[in-house]
Structures are given as structure tokens and as C-alpha cells.
């Protein structure tokens, strides 16, 4: 019930194309969802994040959209770059976990030039 | 504002040996993590330390894992012996949780890459 599921597990664009990453989890306690950007050789970044209080949440190209009924979120990269190339993991935390982060298995960006 | 420092950035060591890895987190924070991460998986978390006590060490296989946050702050994760399983990425982060405020945002490091022969 910990788990957090993320597809797909690659996923290639072209440049100015939109990328979406979708994840889905299990445990209904869960009320804290971050994504994360990991470039090789780098550790994850936070990227964006959102409560389930609200529906979707926009930070420049990248926005998360939430759908707590199916228990689901997923990451838009607008006018995807080549250097938005990177593995994005979601995740998820909530308080009675001492706000530790269950991530999802990751998921390989490639953007074409 | 500095960011989560680790050391060393890689080592290989044959099994059986013993290897240490080094943290000094954000300045101010009082919590502390250290993940594992496999090649092509998510971080999998080991311990989580507050200021100098550990909340979880639930997946930390204490039969050959050891950590320690001596007076709060730095901390470092010792393997002995190591399995050829342990080859990883070792990820420290640290996060303002427990500190005033309801931040509890995790700032990774760059990261120690353990291959084990």
C-alpha cells in the first residue's frame, strides 16, 4: 500500500512537444506529492510539488495535475527542451510516515533536438 | 546557501571490505536522510535521523549497515561487510522538518557511487 506506480518507464519527444509522466498510488494517508529531476551523475532536485487540496498547480512549463478520486498524478512538461532530458521520479509522503518520500520508479526523458 | 555535501563522489571496493560515506546537510536542518539508490530504480530509503536520534531504521540492513548523526549534524553510513549487491548510489538529503515551520521539503546531494567487486 506504500507503493507508487510511474509510467512509462521512457519516454522520448520531440522538441516544443508536450511530455507527460503519470503516477498512481495506493495509500489514501498520502498528502504531499513531489516531483523530482535527476540528471546523470547528480542527486534528484525538487521540481514541483502539490497537496491534494488542489486539482493542478503550475510552475512555468511544468505542471502537475491531480485527480484524488482515481488516486492519480501526473507531470506536464510543456515545450519540452533537450535539456529537460533527465529521469523524473514522483513521489509521495504523509505525516503519519514522518513525511518520508515513497518515490516511483523513474521515468527516462529523452527530448530530440 | 550551501546545499547537501557528500563524500567521496565514488569508490570501488572488493567485497567484504568496509566503506564509509560522508553528509553535511543544509545548514539549519534538523532532519537527515540517507537513500539507496539501484541503477534505474527510485530512491529506497535506509534511516531518517532528527536532529541527533533516529526516527526509521526499518530498511537499514543492520547487519551490515551503521549510521550515525554524532551531535545533530554531519552524518556517515558505514557498510562492512559489503555484498556485490550493495553497488548503488548512496544519497544523503536533508529537509526543515522538525524545525519551525511546516517546510519538510528534502534537498538531495550529489550523491557517493559504490561499486563493490
Known amino acids: 500500500q506504500q507503493q507508487v506506480k510511474q509510467s512509462p518507464q521512457s519516454l522520448i519527444v520531440q522538441k516544443g512537444g508536450i511530455s507527460i509522466i503519470n503516477c498512481a498510488y495506493e495509500?489514501?494517508?498520502?498528502?504531499?506529492f513531489p516531483w523530482y529531476q535527476q540528471f546523470p551523475g547528480k542527486g534528484p532536485a525538487l521540481l514541483i510539488a502539490?497537496?491534494?487540496?488542489?486539482s493542478e498547480k503550475k510552475e512555468g512549463r511544468f505542471t502537475i495535475s491531480f485527480n484524488k478520486s482515481a488516486k492519480q498524478f501526473s507531470l506536464h512538461i510543456m515545450d519540452s527542451q533537450p535539456g529537460d532530458s533527465a529521469t523524473y521520479f514522483c513521489a509521495a509522503s504523509h505525516s503519519g510516515s514522518a513525511r518520508q518520500l515513497t518515490f516511483g520508479s523513474g521515468t527516462q526523458l529523452t527530448v530530440l533536438p | 546557501e550551501a546545499g547537501v555535501a557528500q563524500s567521496p563522489r565514488y569508490k570501488i571496493i572488493e567485497k567484504r571490505q568496509s566503506v564509509a560515506f560522508w553528509c553535511n546537510p543544509i545548514?539549519?536542518?534538523?532532519?537527515l536522510y540517507w537513500y539507496q539508490q539501484i541503477l534505474g530504480q527510485g530512491p529506497k530509503l535506509l534511516i531518517q535521523f532528527q536532529n541527533n536520534g533516529v526516527v526509521d531504521d526499518s530498511q537499514l540492513p543492520k547487519d551490515r549497515f551503521s549510521a550515525e548523526r554524532l551531535k545533530g549534524v554531519d552524518s556517515t553510513l558505514k557498510i562492512q561487510p559489503a555484498k556485490l549487491e550493495d553497488s548503488a548510489v548512496y544519497l544523503c538529503a536533508s529537509s526543515p522538518l522538525g524545525t519551525s515551520g511546516r517546510n519538510h521539503e528534502q534537498y538531495f546531494g550529489p550523491g557517493t557511487r559504490l561499486t563493490v567487486t
Open positions: 502539490i497537496r491534494p487540496d488542489v
Open positions: 545548514s539549519g536542518h534538523a532532519t
Open positions: 495509500n489514501t494517508a498520502f498528502d504531499y
